[in-house]
């Protein structure tokens, strides 16, 4: 999710953003009385494409997990890894934002390296893939130099055994095909000049056209240029609006179409699953929109 005005600086296989800032009184008492609120949940969708041919299969989603101490250290990763091992998954996706999002971090320095190998402990019949946010791209500062990958949190997954799909689709073991868009706001000169590196028609363009399709992209504005043929695309990045009062979300970057916040979005037999995530962007606060693994079952209508 957008958070404006960070820098990054080189720090080799680490993430690179903000200063680092000391502990203090401020961080004591969000531990105290905050870190207790921000309790995980599981969140289910079950859809029924009614073209889908594929018997049902059972997707773990993991999104914006924005590693950094204090708000989501590596023991708050465990727990996550572990609570999504326990829901069985046949299919395992990152939808991107490994990289810290707040500010006031005691810690930029958290290693991709072990956060991806952290990240290989979830497995699944099918295979897990990712593919990057915007977080992952603005936080590399020789990727934004040279306006072009390779980016650190993408050599991590790979180096740890995660495929990530950048404008590349794959075929899994059970037929259904499994397409991966590149960031849509992957380049950043300032804060209202953003640029994308994603080619949807290029992306697609590798899926035979009768295939049963999900289309994993970061940033859910897409969905609107979605073809028909593809029955469901998953997506982060919004963190729900991640403060939320009845459903309604007061704050937004201008670059989140409020269309595509958080939740199902069905639009004729197209459908949207649009993950909450886990960490923060900007303040570590998270009201209505707790943070959350998603869970997706898909299988044929009927």
Same mark, same amino acid.
């Given at each position: 999710m957008p958070d404006g005005g960070q820098t990054s600086r080189p720090r080799g296989a680490t993430q690179q953003g903000l200063p680092e800032t000391p502990a203090g009184p401020f961080h004591k008492l969000w531990h105290a009385l905050v870190r207790p609120t921000q309790r995980l949940k599981v969140r289910r969708y079950d859809i029924a494409p009614a073209r889908w041919t594929t018997a049902r299969m059972r997707i773990v989603m993991v999104s914006d997990l924005h590693i950094c101490d204090p708000w989501v250290p590596l023991s708050r990763l465990d727990e996550v890894i572990e609570r999504a091992r326990s829901l069985t998954p046949d299919l395992v996706l990152f939808p991107g934002d490994l990289s810290q999002g707040? $500010?006031?971090v005691t810690s930029v320095d958290l290693p991709l390296d072990e956060i991806a190998t952290r990240l290989a402990r979830l497995t699944a019949p099918l295979g897990r893939y990712a593919v990057l946010g915007n977080h992952d791209w603005w936080h590399d500062a020789a990727a934004q130099k040279r306006r072009a990958g390779p980016v650190g949190a993408a050599q991590a997954l790979e180096a740890a055994g995660i495929p990530v799909l950048s404008n590349a689709a794959v075929e899994l073991p059970n037929g259904v095909w499994l397409a991966g868009l590149e960031s849509q706001e992957a380049l950043r000169?300032?804060?209202?000049? =953003? #640029?994308?590196?994603?080619?949807?028609?290029? @992306?697609?363009? /590798?899926?035979? /056209?009768?295939?049963? @399709? &999900?289309?994993?992209? +970061? #940033?859910? $504005?897409?969905f609107? !240029?979605?073809? !028909?043929?593809?029955?469901?695309?998953?997506?982060? +990045? @919004? +963190?729900g609006g991640q403060i939320r009062f009845f459903g309604w979300a007061p704050i937004l970057p201008r670059e989140i179409d409020r269309r595509f916040l958080h939740g199902h979005i069905r639009d004729g037999d197209r459908h949207l699953v649009i993950s909450d995530g886990i960490g923060y962007s900007k303040l570590?606060?998270? &009201?209505?929109?707790?943070? #959350? =693994? @998603?869970?997706?079952?898909i299988g044929p209508a009927g």
């Amino acid at each position: 999710m957008p958070d404006g005005g960070q820098t990054s600086r080189p720090r080799g296989a680490t993430q690179q953003g903000l200063p680092e800032t000391p502990a203090g009184p401020f961080h004591k008492l969000w531990h105290a009385l905050v870190r207790p609120t921000q309790r995980l949940k599981v969140r289910r969708y079950d859809i029924a494409p009614a073209r889908w041919t594929t018997a049902r299969m059972r997707i773990v989603m993991v999104s914006d997990l924005h590693i950094c101490d204090p708000w989501v250290p590596l023991s708050r990763l465990d727990e996550v890894i572990e609570r999504a091992r326990s829901l069985t998954p046949d299919l395992v996706l990152f939808p991107g934002d490994l990289s810290q999002g707040p $500010n006031y971090v005691t810690s930029v320095d958290l290693p991709l390296d072990e956060i991806a190998t952290r990240l290989a402990r979830l497995t699944a019949p099918l295979g897990r893939y990712a593919v990057l946010g915007n977080h992952d791209w603005w936080h590399d500062a020789a990727a934004q130099k040279r306006r072009a990958g390779p980016v650190g949190a993408a050599q991590a997954l790979e180096a740890a055994g995660i495929p990530v799909l950048s404008n590349a689709a794959v075929e899994l073991p059970n037929g259904v095909w499994l397409a991966g868009l590149e960031s849509q706001e992957a380049l950043r000169r300032a804060r209202d000049d =953003i #640029e994308g590196l994603d080619d949807l028609p290029a @992306t697609l363009a /590798q899926v035979p /056209q009768e295939a049963d @399709t &999900i289309l994993l992209a +970061h #940033e859910p $504005n897409v969905f609107a !240029d979605v073809p !028909d043929r593809v029955a469901l695309t998953l997506s982060g +990045h @919004t +963190h729900g609006g991640q403060i939320r009062f009845f459903g309604w979300a007061p704050i937004l970057p201008r670059e989140i179409d409020r269309r595509f916040l958080h939740g199902h979005i069905r639009d004729g037999d197209r459908h949207l699953v649009i993950s909450d995530g886990i960490g923060y962007s900007k303040l570590p606060l998270r &009201i209505g929109a707790l943070p #959350e =693994i @998603t869970v997706v079952e898909i299988g044929p209508a009927g």
